[in-house]
């Protein structure tokens, strides 16, 4: 885990293959992951390079997977998922036998869907003219009813029923039309026929199948009677504009009886044809879900080595093939491995040859790491990537990021909850990745577990501090104040308070976190626990800067840059520790020297005034005195304004040195590599303090100093942003940390306000009433501490921790002006692919 702390050491090699061994070789560096290859034809174009007709056929091969899978997924069958180990990259070879396999299958498959659609319309027409068959019969026979006479004469008018004292023979065709086309189809038929028809419809109760779309749609079946070819013809055309079917229908009784028993004998014979196409169909499917994994596993991983193989160039006598790579130092003898076990695979008696090469360019940034760390290193890759070999802040995430989002989120209870909910994401973690869930909002709380079981873990410890459990407290050890009041003055009294100046307290604090009596002292409960939780922010605040700072002497150090630590480093240790580390030192000495009866040199008599509480100065007041340079002019009556003997004296020389260390930080760096410019003028050599910063660190390349081409008055410029940046900062981030009170008081009182306006009446509720009662309202309450109080905070609280880190502690020490190390590895290559056809 070396590399945790700093990304891995990287060289780049050239790799010599010969051109038979070439795909079994990538192939097993595939499998290894620790080598990403350069594009050395990038002004090739992609249909131009060696491998374009593998990569070709591969998409080939992918587009019918893909037809198979959504044939199989149509069918519902499941997909045997690889049991094991995935399988090996096929062998060049092996492509002719997947891409005949593949070949058959779809044509098969085609060949059997052709065949079954065919069958399927067949059978769609047998059951409409069924339904026709049936439905004309009925209408036939409610035209021979004398009592419809009236509406026939009506629609057709009595001229066309009568010709010669004779009735006419009417013509008619009868159809099925989808349903939702039967009003228009009805006003078209009156509007171009001016009513010289007679409609008549009845719906198909069945949902039918479209044999081209697998779809259910429901249809209607209708009779159109007419006189006269001219209304034939145009009838005609209106069913055939709104695509209805027209079917033959026999006049007589009688052979419409005979033809739809010649219908009904078809149809069954259609069934029993169309089962067996099924069951075939069913059987194709059956034995290509099988392996259809491992047939796009194995796909994949082809393409993804001739899409590798693309990126090597042709040496001049075509039988060699060379590549320029990124690998870890430390697995230079794992890839020596991996490379001569291709060699053996392919039969070659060429040794692949590996070599070191020496560059000016910077390495990509890779950071080693597991299950548990990658959330909190993918946290810092979201400000930036490190600068190759710099800093990583990840291992120092791991326990900071939780602990400053418990200092804001501090409660016993619903930190409980956030643990519970981490810790069944961890113990359920391989069923869970087995489920493959889609939701990308689950993805990212599942992603971040060990994140979130922290979390709760740290906000469960900062609740115990706080002694804060659902707004309520835990009387654990017992109170160090006595009972000061009685009955009558609880029950008449809405607002309590304490006061810490009066015999009531005695004088032992409680053994951990906060007093519980301190709950009923609703009057100067939020002044004291404001003032405790303002003191914590700063310290700690003041603490994780410093902490960043010591960070970037650690990177001068690597990176052997002597002059940054002179002055960049030693002048900003300086001006944090003299002025905000000094205010911090303060706070401890307010604690320790001022209480309510003992003096601030350890006196127990009571009667001294300077002793008391009251006498205690203001912290804020003392540190704006200090750097204006003032003292307190009305002091309180017999009260000492400062804390310990000498206090004003030394209080103005911290800030004389503070106001020292800007002029060094902002001329000391230019300075220095101005007269390094000059010295070497004369010699013709590059000035040595920009070797300095240009330096290597254990023989391998480091980030390339911006100076060495600057002008000196832009390198002037360029350290005076960082400078001003730098003073301007520590006063805003230092304050910046009053967050972690600020989001502690507002989550403390919204569980608060909770706990008062619903759980509290429900609880003070009493009979059968008040028991269902408290039902509903305990109810709402969980509701409101799961949505708001937990996930809204909880994600308000992240925000805040993530700008916490990226803002005030990485400024101080972390670049982020890397760019990834991004290996050939067919793990990811087929993670992606799985994620892309979700």
């Keep these: 885990m070396g590399s945790l702390f700093r990304s891995e050491e990287m060289t780049l090699c050239q790799l010599f293959l010969q051109s038979e061994a070439a795909y079994a070789c990538v192939s097993e560096l595939g499998e290894l992951g620790l080598v990403q290859f350069r594009d050395l034809n990038p002004d090739v174009n992609a249909f131009q390079r060696k491998f374009v007709n593998e990569v070709r056929r591969c998409d080939e091969m992918e587009r019918k997977l893909r037809y198979l899978e959504k044939e199989i997924r149509k069918d519902g069958i499941p997909m045997l998922e690889i049991p094991g180990e995935c399988p090996e990259a096929p062998q060049p070879r092996e492509m002719i036998d997947l891409e005949a396999t593949f070949e058959k299958l779809e044509n098969e498959l085609r060949e059997v869907n052709q065949n079954a659609e065919a069958l399927k319309r067949n059978y769609l027409e047998l059951t409409e003219l069924k339904h026709i068959l049936r439905k004309t019969q009925v209408f036939f026979d409610e035209m021979a009813d004398p009592s419809r006479e009236e509406e026939q004469v009506t629609l057709l008018g009595e001229e066309g029923l009568m010709a010669g004292g004779q009735a006419l023979k009417l013509g008619f065709v009868a159809g099925v039309i989808l349903r939702e086309r039967i009003p228009a189809f009805e006003r078209m038929l009156w509007r171009a026929c001016r009513g010289n028809v007679f409609l008549r419809q009845a719906e198909i109760d069945t949902p039918l199948e479209d044999p081209s779309s697998s779809d259910q749609v429901y249809k209607s079946v209708f009779i159109i009677f007419f006189q006269g070819d001219q209304l034939k013809t145009r009838v005609k055309k209106i069913c055939e504009g709104f695509r209805a079917t027209l079917y033959p229908c026999p006049e007589a009784p009688a052979d419409r009886r005979e033809m739809a028993m010649g219908v009904m004998t078809r149809i069954e014979d259609l069934n029993t044809v169309l089962g067996q196409t099924q069951d075939h169909r069913h059987r194709v499917l059956v034995a290509a879900a099988k392996n259809i994994r491992n047939w796009f596993v194995k796909v994949r991983k082809i393409k993804a080595i001739y899409h590798t193989l693309n990126l090597f160039n042709l040496d001049v006598t075509q039988k060699c093939l060379i590549a320029e790579c990124w690998v870890p130092a430390l697995d230079m003898e794992t890839i020596q491995l991996a490379l001569r076990r291709g060699t053996e695979r392919s039969g070659s008696s060429v040794p692949p040859i590996l070599n070191?090469?020496?560059?000016?360019?910077?390495?990509?940034?890779?950071?080693?790491?597991?299950?548990?760390?990658?959330?909190?290193?993918?946290?810092?890759?979201?400000?930036?990537?490190?600068?190759?070999?710099?800093?990583?802040?990840?291992?120092?995430?791991?326990?900071?990021?939780?602990?400053?989002?418990?200092?804001?989120?501090?409660?016993?209870?619903?930190?409980?909850?956030?643990?519970?909910?981490?810790?069944?994401?961890?113990?359920?973690?391989?069923?869970?990745?087995?489920?493959?869930?889609?939701?990308?909002?689950?993805?990212?709380?599942?992603?971040g577990r060990y994140i979130i079981l922290l979390m709760g873990l740290f906000s469960m410890y900062t609740g115990l501090i706080y002694n804060d459990i659902f707004s309520k407290s835990l009387n654990i050890f017992g109170s160090s104040w006595r009972n000061n009041y009685n009955i009558s003055t609880l029950e008449t009294n809405k607002l309590l308070q304490l006061n810490p100046d009066s015999w009531d307290y005695l004088q032992a604090p409680y053994p951990f976190g906060i007093d519980p009596v301190w709950q009923l002292a609703e009057a100067n409960k939020i002044i004291f626990m404001n003032a405790y939780k303002m003191k914590i922010s700063i310290i700690i605040g003041v603490f994780h800067m410093l902490f960043g700072v010591c960070m970037s002497l650690w990177n001068h150090l690597y990176f052997k840059r002597r002059i940054s630590i002179y002055v960049e480093f030693i002048p900003q240790i300086i001006f944090l520790t003299v002025l905000f580390f000094y205010m911090v030192l303060l706070m401890f000495m307010k604690w320790t020297f001022y209480g309510a009866t003992i003096d601030h040199f350890g006196s127990q008599e009571p009667d001294i005034v300077k002793s008391s509480g009251f006498c205690a100065p203001s912290i804020l007041i003392t540190f704006i005195n200090m750097m204006l340079f003032k003292t307190d002019e009305n002091p309180r009556t017999q009260c000492d304004p400062t804390m310990y003997p000498g206090q004003i004296g030394l209080q103005k020389f911290f800030v004389l040195v503070a106001l020292v260390c800007v002029p060094v930080m902002l001329f000391g760096k230019p300075y220095f590599i101005m007269q390094e410019r000059k010295k070497r003028a004369l010699q013709g050599l590059q000035p040595l303090a920009e070797n300095a910063e240009n330096g290597t660190a254990g023989g391998a390349p480091v980030p390339t100093s911006h100076h060495q081409d600057e002008e000196i008055s832009e390198v002037f410029i360029h350290q005076a942003i960082h400078t001003i940046e730098y003073v301007l900062g520590s006063i805003s981030h230092t304050a910046s940390y009053l967050r972690l009170w600020a989001?502690?008081?507002?989550?403390?009182?919204?569980?608060?306000?909770?706990?008062?306006?619903?759980?509290?009446?429900?609880?003070?509720?009493?009979?059968?009433?008040?028991?269902?009662?408290?039902?509903?309202?305990?109810?709402?309450?969980?509701?409101?501490?799961?949505?708001?109080?937990?996930?809204?905070?909880?994600?308000?609280?992240?925000?805040?921790t993530l700008r916490l880190h990226w803002v005030e502690f990485q400024s101080k020490f972390y670049a982020g002006e890397g760019y990834l190390f991004q290996p050939f590895s067919f793990e990811v290559i087929l993670d992606s692919a799985g994620q892309a056809e979700e």
């Design 743 to 800: 989001l502690s008081l507002a989550h403390a009182q919204l569980a608060e306000v909770a706990w008062n306006m619903l759980l509290r009446k429900g609880l003070k509720s009493a009979g059968y009433e008040g028991g269902v009662f408290l039902y509903v309202v305990f109810a709402g309450w969980a509701a409101i501490s799961v949505s708001i109080l937990v996930l809204m905070e909880g994600l308000s609280a992240f925000l805040h």
């Design 356 to 447: 070191r090469m020496e560059t000016l360019e910077d390495p990509p940034t890779y950071n080693r790491n597991n299950k548990f760390t990658i959330a909190f290193q993918n946290l810092i890759y979201a400000y930036g990537v490190a600068t190759y070999r710099e800093v990583n802040p990840a291992p120092y995430t791991i326990i900071t990021f939780p602990f400053l989002f418990a200092v804001m989120f501090g409660d016993l209870g619903h930190g409980a909850l956030m643990a519970i909910f981490g810790f069944w994401m961890c113990y359920k973690e391989k069923p869970l990745q087995a489920k493959k869930i889609d939701s990308e909002i689950w993805n990212i709380f599942f992603g």
